[in-house]
T-cell receptor
Framework: DTEVTQTPKHLVMGMTNKKSLKCEQHMGHRAMYWYKQKAKKPPELMFVYSYEKLSINESVPSRFSPECPNSSLLNLHLHALQPEDSALYLC???????????????FGAGTRLSVL | RKEVEQDPGPFNVPEGATVAFNCTYSNSASQSFFWYRQDCRKEPKLLMSVYSSGNEDGRFTAQLNRASQYISLLIRDSKLSDSATYLCVVNRLGSQGNLIFGKGTKLSVKP
């Protein structure tokens, strides 16, 4: 089973709302990732968690706040977003991201976010 | 030079055609290479890992040339269901688990 589950599938929010995106995997993976993808563009890395610790933050604005409560769960808290933040938000996980096949990332179906 | 560059596409081919995608990467020390496939409005899915010895999975063959820093994907006997965007992916050294995605090449297989 290589399933990564993301909820919700779709989200519409206003610029003053606070919402959270959730991601879950039960593959025993110890690295988890958040990506943002705009139409006709490749995924852009936002955050990497390794063994539940934030290891990479790709200079993401503070209105995006990641959280890793345990090795199976990854959240992305959203606050005061802008319309240009509308995109597909993808979660991924990998064994531990070290090398070779351990680098293979499995993606969830994503949350399609619209900010009004 | 961009970290990962792919053929611009789109590729429009008839069913049964053979199509080849190329990709170059800039960091000679990169060690992990993959092809992912992404259908419209869906998530990327691993198509295959790429090894120096070359690897084949059914109609798909991937090759890696480390000297030229070049990766290829060959699809034989194209099916309508092969229509998708193909992403060339390389690991970023010194950054655990950080993968660099090419911009992707769109393939449309027509009847």
């Amino acid at each position: 089973d290589t399933e990564v589950t993301q909820t919700p599938k779709h989200l519409v929010m206003g610029m003053t709302n606070k919402k959270s995106l959730k991601c879950e995997q039960h593959m025993g993976h110890r690295a988890m990732y958040w990506y943002k993808q705009k139409a006709k563009k490749p995924p852009e890395l936002m955050f990497v968690y390794s063994y539940e610790k934030l290891s990479i933050n790709e200079s993401v604005p503070s209105r995006f706040s990641p959280e890793c409560p345990n090795s199976s769960l990854l959240n992305l808290h959203l606050h005061a977003l802008q319309p240009e933040d509308s995109a597909l938000y993808l979660c991924a996980s990998s064994h531990d991201g070290t090398s070779g096949t351990k680098n293979i990332q499995y993606f969830g179906a994503g949350t399609r976010l619209s900010v009004l | 030079r961009k970290e990962v560059e792919q053929d611009p596409g789109p590729f429009n081919v008839p069913e049964g055609a053979t199509v080849a995608f190329n990709c170059t990467y800039s960091n000679s020390a990169s060690q992990s290479f993959f092809w992912y496939r992404q259908d419209c409005r869906k998530e990327p899915k691993l198509l295959m890992s790429v090894y120096s010895s070359g690897n084949e999975d059914g109609r798909f063959t991937a090759q890696l040339n480390r000297a030229s820093q070049y990766i290829s994907l060959l699809i034989r006997d194209s099916k309508l269901s092969d229509s998708a965007t193909y992403l060339c992916v390389v690991n970023r050294l010194g950054s655990q688990g950080n993968l660099i995605f090419g911009k992707g090449t769109k393939l449309s297989v027509k009847p």
